[in-house]
């Protein structure tokens, strides 16, 4: 004690190493407060050296562990700067500072200060540069590590370029130094600096360069172990080929790494880390170039590998076992093995609800859900949709609008409409409010606008259509995966523009959709063919209907080449939209005049429905192959198709009943009436009738009811109990036109005895009618005069004709309307007709004035619609005959006029 009193040294000494023993025992009680005391109080006793330079740096280690950073920062600062004093004087001192610059860099990092990092380990590079220079080559190794961590700061300041290239010089002096591990580590990190700055090339060379100095190393240091070495930087040039989109490369590094990471592990599966991470990749990159049964195989051993880990541990939910079931869950769908599938993502859902990780535990169940439906389970698909929408209610936000989205697609499976749709309307909602989550977002309003078209919400429907398709267009500029998704948008526009018959619109939608579909499509993507064939389907029927043809057929030809492809694999699913799309084609084929190609579609469209037993179908298709024969004139043949074809409808009238099939028995019915002989066509015409008013289809009855009337009219049969039909569905004027349209067609058929006995008795109930109502409108003795008229044409008395036309004329001029195109019309025609009675009775002088004005009233209409042209262009000529006959000067005038127009409207 005495010899401490009397040498102060001995005494700092002393108390130093008694105030250090203090500090270290109240560290290890985790008394902060105290420990810094007593820290900051040994600094105060030290001189400048190396064991201030130690006390330093622990009073900094305590003011971190207390969360005073900026302290800790301060601290080190003096520790840094001292150490760097000390190597002033003597440059054995370099690797303490390197040493104490690599943590104290870490800590300036913690603290946010990335830029002052970068100051301090740039002023290590600078002091041993300057050493170097002067031929301290002993202090090589530092100066190279010291670059390499100049290089990490940059980094942290986000200097990347200047980072790359402070660590690529710490790699040229580590070669220097021939420290080949060294090397290759510093061009690693060249590497993912240079994919950071997406010099993807550079970051290729790089890493090869890395993987260059790992193999000579293994060449010269044969004693050593460099396998894991060697693998991790495969590994890294694999991940830059995939980055450069070269996919085949990529794996086949992988590959040439797997045995040797198998035997790793195999050899000690404490670095199961590093072959969980490996086979991630590997399994990428299988799933990247379609090699899917070996990213199958892969996923599955990343598996075991995490079940191999837990082995033995406390059950505890394992995070990263939990995403790696996730992967495998998608890999064995696409296998086929829908319910290995289900299994995985059920054990990943119990894993995630048990790490509190809700949102994840949620898409699990919407995993479950949807692939329990792929398996057609809709009990439990539903159940497993609910489950995730009452967990997610607890987690709101994404979570809950995915889980809407598929329980809407649950619903919808079982035809719950109205609920469907309220869980679509819900999820926008929802994640409208949230904002963002476009990848969510879209589908929902794409659901709701599908469901709102099927509900009959045209404007809902179309808005949420327009949505969904904008917002996945700007998905599709971010990442190509969603072209598919967009392609079902613009497909649905497509349809919802079609229901409001906007062609324009939807020819534009699917349009764009054929086309993205042809830049997406391939092999490996079934879906995307299956949603080509029908977007091109669809696309032919909308250019069909803006009058687009040869638009139309081809795309329907190239529909059936994919449908046939796909039905090959899939023949339930596919062969009626095979047999459906080839019907199209037959009425385009028809329309364009191509009758022998329109009747091949239309056989192999019985043949496919023939063969599928589709019943509706196939009376469908034999329907319309009757009236290919018809075109092609194979009258027998027709008559033969269409009698097949009601025979179905009639046996599925009879087992299924309802008003649909029986009124599609009906139209087949009439169509097969008009092609038999009078006696079979009046039954017929019967059966259609009472088939018609079953399926409470009235005007079809009516329309029917008129062509029975024709049929017993020209087979001499009874036809009161007819009129008395026709009588009791209308009024009495209602009756009277019906009578005497049919008395008409009998004129065109030439039945003149039969068209005159139902004109006759329309006259007398007409007049009947006039006795009960005196003021009734006479636009209907109108089109009794005119048929009179006709009728005595037809007798050869052109005279009684001529003045049963003018009875006409006079009654109908005082009920028309000067300014109205169709009346201009009907009274042109009334005009023209009074003028050709007049010229068959040899009075072409009466008959001018009346052709002349029929003439004027033509050319009125035709100035104002062009498509009337024709018209005036007949009324014309027979104008000229007529000028010609009374020797009219202007004969030859109007005659010309009449030829130029003819000659324009063929060239036309």
């Not at 949420?464 to 700007?474: F, K, V, W």
Request: aromatic share 4%; glycine share 6%; charged share 25%.
């Amino acid at each position: 004690m005495q010899l401490a009193f009397d040498d102060p040294a001995i005494l700092r000494a002393e108390l130093a190493r008694g105030l250090g023993d203090l500090a270290a025992a109240l560290a290890r009680a985790g008394d902060r407060p105290r420990e810094i005391i007593a820290r900051r109080v040994l600094a105060g006793l030290l001189p400048p050296g190396l064991p201030l330079a130690g006390v330093l740096r622990d009073l900094a280690a305590a003011h971190a562990a207390s969360g005073d950073l900026e302290e800790a920062v301060a601290v080190r600062g003096r520790a840094f700067r001292l150490l760097e004093s000390l190597a002033a004087e003597d440059e054995r001192r370099w690797p303490d500072v390197l040493a104490d610059a690599e943590a104290y860099t870490e800590l300036l990092a913690e603290a946010d200060r990335p830029t002052d990092a970068a100051v301090v380990s740039r002023r290590v590079v600078r002091g041993l540069a300057l050493l170097l220079a002067d031929g301290r080559e002993g202090l090589r190794p530092e100066y190279a590590r010291s670059l390499r961590l100049w290089g990490d700061s940059l980094a942290g300041d986000d200097e990347y370029v200047e980072a790359a290239d402070a660590v690529r010089q710490s790699a040229e002096q580590f070669r220097l130094l021939g420290d080949r591990y060294s090397a290759a580590l510093s061009l690693a990190r060249v590497s993912s600096l240079q994919a950071l700055l997406d010099d993807l090339e550079g970051a290729l060379d790089s890493s090869r360069e890395a993987l260059a100095e790992v193999q000579a190393l293994a060449r010269e240091d044969v004693d050593g172990d460099w396998r894991m070495t060697r693998c991790s930087a495969v590994q890294t040039v694999a991940s830059r080929l995939s980055a450069l989109d070269r996919p085949d490369e990529a794996l086949e590094a992988l590959l040439s790494v797997r045995d040797g990471f198998a035997g790793l592990y195999a050899e000690d599966t404490g670095i199961h880390h590093w072959y969980a991470d490996y086979l991630e990749d590997l399994a990428t990159a299988c799933s990247a170039v379609g090699a899917e049964s070996e990213a199958l195989k892969t996923a599955e051993d990343l598996v075991h590998v995490y079940r191999d880990r837990n082995a033995g541990m406390p059950a505890e939910p394992d995070r990263e076992l939990a995403y790696s079931l996730l992967r495998l869950v998608g890999l064995r769908r696409d296998a086929g093995d829908v319910g290995q599938a289900i299994q995985a993502a059920r054990e990943a859902a119990g894993l995630f609800r048990d790490l509190g990780e809700d949102a994840r535990y949620v898409h699990c169940l919407c995993l479950v859900s949807d692939h329990l439906a792929l398996l057609d389970d809709s009990d439990d698909g539903l159940g497993a949709a609910e489950e995730a929408v009452e967990a997610a209610r607890r987690e709101g936000g994404r979570p809950l609008g995915e889980a809407l989205v598929t329980l809407g697609n649950r619903l919808d499976d079982r035809d719950r409409a109205d609920e469907s749709f309220a869980a679509a309307a819900e999820a926008v909602d929802v994640l409208t409010e949230l904002g963002g989550h476009a990848d969510l977002l879209a589908p929902a309003l794409h659901d709701r606008g599908s469901r709102a078209r099927s509900l009959g919400m045209h404007d809902l429907a179309l808005q949420s259509a327009l949505d969904a398709t904008a917002l996945y267009q700007e998905l599709y500029e971010e990442d190509l995966a969603h072209g598919l998704l967009l392609a079902d948008a613009l497909c649905l526009l497509g349809q919802i523009r079609e229901a409001e018959e906007s062609f324009e619109h939807a020819v534009t939608a699917l349009d764009r959709a054929v086309s993205l579909l042809e830049r997406i499509s391939r092999p490996d993507l079934p879906r995307a063919a299956t949603a080509l064939a029908v977007a091109l389907h669809d696309a032919s029927r909308y250019h069909e209907r803006i009058g687009g043809l040869e638009k139309a057929l081809g795309l329907m030809r190239r529909a059936i080449t994919l449908y046939g492809e796909l039905s090959r694999d899939e023949p339930d699913r596919f062969r009626p939209l095979l047999a459906g799309a080839w019907r199209s084609l037959g009425i385009y084929l028809a329309k364009l005049g191509q009758t022998e190609e329109a009747f091949t579609a239309a056989l192999f469209d019985v043949d496919l429905h023939r063969e599928i037993g589709d019943l509706p179908n196939l009376a469908q298709a034999l329907r319309a192959l009757g009236l290919h024969h018809e075109a092609l004139g194979r009258p027998a043949e027709a008559v033969g198709a269409t009698r097949e074809s009601l025979e179905v409808y009639e046996e599925l009238h009879l087992l299924r009943g309802g008003a649909y099939f029986a009124a599609q028995t009906a139209v087949v019915s009439s169509r097969l009436a008009a092609l038999v002989g009078a006696p079979e066509a009046v039954a017929l015409r019967e059966r259609a009738v009472a088939l018609f008013t079953e399926a409470g289809e009235a005007v079809e009855a009516a329309a029917e009811l008129m062509r029975l009337l024709r049929e017993r009219s020209l087979a001499g049969l009874d036809v009161e109990p007819t009129i008395a039909a026709i009588s009791a569905q209308g009024s009495a004027v209602g009756t009277v036109r019906h009578l005497n349209a049919v008395a008409d067609e009998l004129l065109d058929d030439g039945a003149l005895e039969a068209a005159d006995l139902l004109h006759t008795r329309a006259w007398a109930l007409w007049e009947i009618h006039l006795l009960e109502v005196p003021d009734a409108p006479r636009v209907t003795a109108v089109a009794l005069l005119e048929t009179d008229a006709a009728l005595r044409a037809r007798l050869g008395l052109p005279d009684a004709a001529a003045t049963a036309q003018a009875e006409a004329l006079e009654l109908l001029e005082p009920l028309l309307d000067a300014y109205a195109a169709e009346h201009l019309n009907a009274l042109a025609r009334v005009l023209s007709k009074l003028a050709g009675y007049l010229a068959d009775a040899d009075r072409p002088g009466d008959a001018l004035p009346h052709q002349t004005r029929a003439a004027g009233l033509h050319e009125d209409i035709a100035t104002r619609s062009p498509a009337h042209r024709p018209a005036l262009a007949t009324a014309l000529s027979v104008l000229a005959d007529l000028q010609s006959r009374t020797g009219a000067p202007e004969a030859a005038r109007t005659r010309a006029r009449a030829e130029a127009l003819t000659a324009a409207l063929t060239d036309e």
